[in-house]
Nanobody
Framework: QVQLVESGGGLVQPGGSLRLSCIASGFTVDYYQIGWFRQAPGKEREVVSC????????RYTESVKGRFTISRDNAKKTAYLQINNLKPEDTATYFC?????????????????????WGQGTPVTVSS
């Protein structure tokens, strides 16, 4: 079964950190670009960060630069999103997605294209 499963979300105080994980199964993730997206309550989904299949290229949306770090370990079939200095406005459900054919410039562009595989999301709540 082709799937992505996110984990690592939770309740954290402002200024705290989390590391989200996205584990792939049922397909060879080595060939896929991966993106992290988030959707806050009552808002549209937005892209956060993207990473190329070999991990050599990354992109971030402006609002998270310097606080979020995307990485991947293809041997573990896992992508990560390290989130530091969390702010209340980071509260959202975080999703990972993968696609073999979409480059990260497009994946992290202003309009999210159709992506082959999506996870079910992991919630992040930033509150004191």
């Amino acid at each position: 079964q082709v799937q992505l499963v996110e984990s690592g979300g939770g309740l954290v105080q402002p200024g705290g950190s989390l590391r989200l994980s996205c584990i792939a199964s049922g397909f060879t993730v080595d060939y896929y670009q991966i993106g992290w997206f988030r959707q806050a309550p009552g808002k549209e989904r937005e892209v956060v960060s993207c990473i190329s299949s070999n991990g050599g290229s990354t992109r971030y949306t402006e609002s998270v630069k310097g606080r979020f770090t995307i990485s991947r370990d293809n041997a573990k079939k896992t992508a990560y999103l390290q989130i530091n200095n969390l702010k209340p406005e980071d509260t959202a459900t975080y999703f990972c997605a993968a696609d073999k054919w979409i480059n990260i410039q497009t994946m992290c562009g202003p309009h999210t294209p159709y992506l082959e595989v999506w996870g079910q999301g992991t919630p992040v709540t930033v509150s004191s």
